[in-house]
């Protein structure tokens, strides 16, 4: 009886042994093919991003080659960097803000007590601006045109302007 009880553990053992074993290569294999799944699916989203992203950015003066092209003289004594023009025209606009009437160049007259101010400003090219206003109640977007002049200053036009709806 002791025999045949020994042998029985050792059979328990043996197939307890053999499972665990089995289980355990199993998993590693298992979070193997999930991590490779997940893996790739991270990657395909991450190219899906980057794809958007550059779709979204085609119609911007750090993209267009042209557009930086025309701030080059050509002479080479007169070069105006994109990548510093950008932040110091965006400044000049959001600086009019501080008017008492609102930024001029939202293309509104004052409505009510609130002012219109430039919330958002997107530089498209060497010559446009697309810019989001609003005064707190109503919101809109203004199509700019800018200019910079010989002495270095930035001249603002209004385009077109569109107030949308409460």
Same mark, same amino acid.
């Given at each position: 009886?002791?025999?045949?009880? !020994? /042998?029985?553990?050792?059979?328990?053992? /043996?197939? !307890?042994? =053999?499972?665990?074993? !089995?289980?355990?290569?199993?998993?590693?294999?298992?979070?193997?093919?999930?991590?490779?799944?997940?893996?790739?699916?991270?990657?395909?989203?991450?190219?899906? =991003?980057?794809?958007? /992203?550059?779709?979204?950015?085609?119609?911007? @003066?750090?993209?267009?080659?042209?557009?930086?092209?025309?701030?080059?003289?050509?002479?080479?004594?007169?070069?105006?960097?994109?990548?510093?023009?950008?932040?110091?025209?965006?400044?000049?606009? @959001?600086?009019?803000?501080?008017?008492?009437?609102?930024?001029?160049?939202?293309?509104?007259?004052?409505?009510?007590?609130?002012?219109?101010?430039?919330?958002?400003?997107?530089?498209?090219?060497?010559?446009?601006?697309?810019?989001?206003?609003?005064?707190?109640? /109503?919101?809109?977007? =203004?199509? @700019?045109?800018?200019?910079?002049?010989?002495?270095?200053?930035?001249?603002?036009?209004?385009?077109?302007? @569109?107030?949308?709806?409460?």
């Amino acid at each position: 009886m002791k025999k045949s009880l !020994m /042998l029985y553990l050792f059979i328990l053992a /043996l197939l !307890m042994n =053999v499972f665990t074993y !089995m289980f355990l290569s199993k998993e590693v294999q298992f979070e193997q093919n999930r991590y490779e799944k997940t893996t790739k699916k991270l990657r395909d989203s991450i190219a899906l =991003v980057t794809n958007k /992203l550059s779709e979204a950015d085609y119609f911007s @003066l750090q993209n267009n080659q042209n557009a930086q092209n025309y701030f080059d003289s050509g002479d080479g004594e007169k070069f105006i960097a994109y990548e510093k023009l950008i932040p110091v025209v965006t400044e000049k606009l @959001l600086d009019f803000n501080a008017n008492p009437k609102g930024n001029p160049y939202t293309g509104q007259d004052q409505i009510g007590p609130n002012k219109f101010v430039i919330n958002k400003v997107k530089i498209l090219n060497h010559r446009w601006i697309i810019a989001d206003y609003s005064n707190g109640e /109503l919101w809109g977007e =203004v199509l @700019l045109k800018y200019f910079v002049n010989e002495d270095e200053s930035i001249a603002f036009e209004v385009n077109q302007t @569109l107030l949308y709806q409460k």
